[in-house]
């Protein structure tokens, strides 16, 4: 399925191309009907009829009788309406730039075969927006798809990567290589369809991150056993959240701060400590030195078996596979991929424009 614009620019290129079938028709009607009708020879049956539908004005090649005559007129009048309805549908694809649309289509082509490492976000609703204008600030690559032409319309006028689509599908999720993301977004109206997507998610790439938008918390409950990683209701976070800001206004302005926007100073990062590249597996956090080293401050620690540290002290040992959360400045942050290796390199943030 496909946005408008790809549905006109193919209905142009069909027609286009049904002229010019239509054309060779009536070149190869007219060379056979004075090749053998008329009893010409081929290259006098052929230049008889280019000359006729030409209409360059030039006289019989040949004396014709009054049924040549009859049939070079018939061949002049389907030779001016077929040359008139190629005219008329090459002019409309100029002036509507339907050309340029072709141009447009296959460097999404081209760039969807070359996607990797990649989010994908699945519907541009209220909250796929939204959704998107945080990776943007990021500096994330990601594609959006939607099955609505509107959506897609807004999504490419904002500048994203979009295409038109339904997320439910295998072969939508193929197309946008989902065999090389590294997290999925499904951010759809539906449960059902949030569902549907996140099954065909895993089972086409098992490795990848699923997070789901539920409704209810039925939903929220199906779309776990289906396997997402992590599941979002807006109604139960947003009152979650609106009691925080009532009860703790200023701890949620500050998370808020480190969370999200682009102009903010502090950020927080995830590093995966990879036992092939990082010299501080084994140590303690004083041993390693990160916060004299860097200026980052380590928040917490997960460890390979689930458990969680919060506030980790001097003494507490560095393992293979722990999963540090920190918190620095973008320059601090930096400093710390250098000697840990975060999960996702491409995602560290950058220092603010001045």
């Not at 004396?63 to 077929?82: A, E, K, S, W």
């Not at 796929?128 to 943007?136: K, R, S, T, V, Y």
């Not at 569902?195 to 409704?215: C, D, E, F, G």
């Not at 501080?280 to 969680?308: F, H, N």
Request: some cysteine; aromatic content about 6%; proline content about 4%.
């Amino acid at each position: 399925m496909y946005s408008t614009p790809e549905k006109i620019y193919r209905r142009i290129q069909k027609e286009l191309l049904a002229g010019a079938i239509a054309l060779v028709g009536v070149l190869l009607l007219g060379t056979l009907w004075y090749r053998f009708i008329e009893g010409w020879s081929w290259e006098d049956a052929a230049y008889m009829t280019v000359i006729t539908l030409a209409t360059v004005g030039y006289g019989e090649t040949r004396p014709l009788g009054d049924r040549g005559r009859l049939f070079t007129i018939g061949l002049i009048l389907m030779g001016v309406i077929t040359i008139g309805y190629i005219v008329n549908r090459f002019t409309e694809a100029v002036i509507q730039g339907y050309f340029q649309e072709g141009i447009r289509l296959r460097q999404q082509r081209r760039l969807m075969k070359s996607l990797s490492g990649h989010y994908i976000l699945c519907g541009f609703g209220r909250t796929g927006q939204q959704i998107a204008l945080e990776f943007q600030a990021e500096g994330a690559n990601f594609v959006t798809v939607d099955l609505d032409d509107a959506s897609v319309e807004k999504a490419r006028q904002l500048g994203y990567v979009a295409i038109q689509g339904d997320a439910t599908l295998d072969d939508t999720l193929l197309q946008l290589r989902i065999d090389r993301a590294i997290c999925l977004v499904a951010a759809l109206p539906s449960d059902a369809e949030n569902l549907y997507t996140v099954l065909s998610a895993k089972t086409l790439n098992p490795q990848i991150r699923a997070i789901a938008r539920a409704s209810t918390r039925e939903a929220l409950q199906k779309l776990q056993r289906a396997g997402a990683d992590a599941v979002v209701s807006p109604y139960i976070t947003g009152g979650k959240r609106m009691a925080a800001a009532a009860l703790r206004p200023q701890v949620l302005d500050f998370v808020d701060g480190i969370l999200t926007g682009a102009d903010r100073e502090l950020y927080m990062e995830e590093f995966r400590l990879d036992p092939a590249a990082c010299p501080c597996i084994g140590q303690t956090l004083r041993e390693a030195k990160l916060r004299s080293q860097t200026g980052a401050l380590i928040l917490a620690i997960r460890r390979v078996d689930g458990t969680l540290i919060g506030g980790p002290t001097a003494d507490t040992l560095l393992m293979a596979g722990d999963l540090l959360i920190c918190m620095g400045t973008a320059e601090q942050l930096r400093q710390l991929n250098q000697i840990l290796g975060p999960i996702r390199p491409q995602q560290l943030p950058r220092p603010p424009k001045h």
